[in-house]
């Protein structure tokens, strides 16, 4: 009798979505950046990393988010910027592996918690970082960051492999003949020449139509 042959695990992803000038610097420069909390749009996410720098007396503490989660819509629609929206999926393990050892730097999978759940439970000061409310759960979100008593910096680059990055997807609002020249300029980037990158078929896709043929 025949073995079935075992299928090769699928590598844990981290997306990273982003607006097309950050794509192109990710590439071109190899690197990421976590920014300072006080940059982003959800005051209340922002207001317990800034509440542990003050408790930790830490002079800067800088993040960057990714979700864990596969391509959705809602992902686009929130954390990329219309037709100039990028997403950069890269391999987890590869991508985490640039933060090894290095001092200052965390990581891990954001909790998502109810207000009641927080007021019965205060959680412990070190997972401030890595708390959110509940409603964002869809998000899956994994979170790299960094913290420091003497620098007080707004920005970190962080320099990166080029191969960590597994796929390129562009907006599925961007017009398709756009797409094409964006694709072709990404690719003449050093390196990018074999990097899969392509327009997302989330809101046209073909084979999802001749499936009820």
Request: proline residues 6%.
């Amino acid at each position: 009798m025949a073995t079935a042959k075992k299928s090769t695990p699928t590598p844990a992803i981290l997306n990273r979505y982003t607006a097309l000038p950050i794509a192109l610097e990710v590439l071109a420069k190899r690197r990421i950046t976590l920014l300072s909390p006080e940059t982003w749009e959800d005051y209340n996410n922002a207001y317990y990393l800034e509440r542990y720098r003050q408790e930790m007396k830490f002079r800067s503490v800088l993040a960057i988010c990714f979700s864990l989660h596969r391509e959705t819509f809602h992902h686009w629609r929130i954390f990329s910027s219309g037709a100039s929206g990028v997403c950069i999926e890269f391999d987890k393990d590869r991508l985490l592996k640039h933060f090894a050892g290095r001092p200052g730097f965390r990581h891990e999978k954001v909790t998502y918690a109810w207000i009641s759940e927080l007021k019965k439970a205060k959680p412990p000061i070190e997972k401030w970082p890595f708390l959110k409310r509940r409603p964002f759960e869809d998000e899956r979100e994994y979170r790299i960051t960094f913290e420091s008593k003497t620098e007080s910096d707004r920005a970190k680059a962080v320099p990166i492999d080029l191969a960590s990055i597994r796929k390129v997807t562009l907006s599925p609002w961007i017009p398709g003949s756009v797409s094409a020249s964006v694709i072709t300029i990404m690719k003449k980037i050093d390196g990018c020449a074999g990097l899969d990158i392509s327009r997302s078929s989330l809101l046209d896709n073909s084979g999802w139509r001749d499936a009820i043929k």
